[in-house]
């Protein structure tokens, strides 16, 4: 179970963001929504791998497992379902090794990227 402070913190800096964000465990379980990921139908104690399409959840598209193992924050250019490119964001939690919080954050149409060498 996740502290209150946690929680509480995690709410306070990401409620408002214009992207879902989640709050994960080590175990891929969603512990905690942002409001936009709320009004999107996600849910507390879901799996994050059970969101989208199966092959978003690869280790070639996903940095969860290095994020983990090596602490530090990792960040992936994709394109989303939505046909627009974003930074998908794997963001540890000082002092809780066991849990990240993971976002995209979609890039304006001005700052679309060349997409030929991509993996996702």
Request: proline share 9%.
């Amino acid at each position: 179970m996740v502290e209150p402070n946690v929680l509480e913190a995690f709410h306070m800096m990401w409620d408002k963001f214009p992207e879902p964000v989640l709050l994960i465990n080590n175990h891929r379980e969603i512990q905690a929504l942002n409001e936009r990921a709320r009004k999107s139908g996600l849910a507390v104690g879901s799996k994050c791998s059970s969101i989208g399409a199966p092959e978003l959840h690869t280790r070639q598209c996903c940095r969860a497992d290095e994020m983990l193992a090596s602490g530090q924050p990792q960040q992936l250019l994709k394109k989303n379902p939505a046909d627009k490119w974003s930074v998908a964001h794997w963001v540890p939690v000082l002092g809780h090794p066991d849990l990240y919080v993971h976002f995209n954050a979609v890039l304006p149409e001005n700052c679309q990227p060349d997409a030929s060498a991509l993996p996702c």
